[in-house]
């Protein structure tokens, strides 16, 4: 082989490799499993990586995903920091998403792992999702045990149209996308039209402060939990310093 030959050969050998060192990425390969994505930490529950597009937003520091119903949704909160000073808020992420290529049509369960602070809006609440926060580090093993601090929360007045019998969501492939289909309260067949249950700051701490003084959180740990009407749960922790 001339010296050209061989200079072009390895020129080669080394594009390839740098092309496979820029294309290999992180993969689920297990349940629980601890992984980065763009140096992101992650603590995931499942194994499906095409359900986590919805992690990439700016500046997320932790996320959680629970896919352990069998209706093929992913319930995620994330949270783009885990420290916050006193008087801050935490920008955060909370989405159920459809993990399937087609259409999922998913009964309404009303399946609370643990039970809300306050009862679901009906009518009026079209999110198949509650959030709950927590004074202290608590998890699945002992998080139903808890006390959650007080929220205030207003629920609309009940109209004739008003979607009272729930009955399934039907969700866009690979997507937050869905729609409520229910029975009004004179029992019309109606549904919300589309909406997305992707809630990009959706949560505010300011709405869990009503019964500490100044309306701001004492310094300590704090427990988000998520959970949805199919018994999934995502619970993450934050920390509130001086």
């Known amino acids: 082989m001339k010296k050209s030959e061989a200079s072009f050969v390895l020129a080669l050998l080394v594009i390839f ?7 290999t990425i992180p993969l689920f390969t297990g349940a629980s499993k601890t992984t980065s994505i763009a140096s992101t930490s ?3 529950t499942t194994t499906n990586i095409s359900t ?8 997320v520091a932790i996320a959680n995903i629970d896919s352990s119903g069998n209706t093929s949704l992913d319930l995620v909160l994330a949270l783009n920091a885990t420290t916050i000073k006193q008087g801050q808020d935490i920008p955060n992420l ?14 309404v369960e009303n399946n609370f792992a643990v039970r809300p602070y306050f009862g679901k809006c009906d009518p009026g609440d079209s999110t198949p999702i509650d959030v709950e926060m927590y004074s202290g580090y608590y998890d699945k093993s002992n ?18 149209n008003s979607l009272v019998t729930e009955e399934y969501y039907l969700f866009q492939p690979n997507s937050t996308n869905s729609t409520l289909y229910a029975l009004t309260e004179t029992g019309t067949p109606a549904n919300s039209g589309p909406m997305s249950l992707r809630f990009v700051n959706g ?19 704090y427990t988000l939990m998520v959970q ?11 920390s509130v310093v001086s």
Do not use: K
């Open 42 to 44: 992650v603590m995931s």
């Open 228 to 238: 949805d009407f199919w018994g999934q749960m995502v619970i993450l922790h934050f």
């Open 94 to 107: 909370v989405e159920v998403v459809n993990t399937l290529p087609r259409e999922n049509n998913v009964t």
């Open 17 to 23: 490799a740098l092309v496979v060192g820029l294309v």
């Open 203 to 221: 949560t505010s701490v300011y709405q869990f402060t009503s019964s500490f003084q100044g309306n701001v959180l004492p310094i300590g740990v």
């Open 52 to 59: 986590v597009d919805g992690l990439f937003i700016p500046g």
């Open 143 to 160: 998080i139903t045990g808890a006390s959650p601090l007080p929220y205030l929360r207003s629920c609309p007045a009940m109209f004739p």
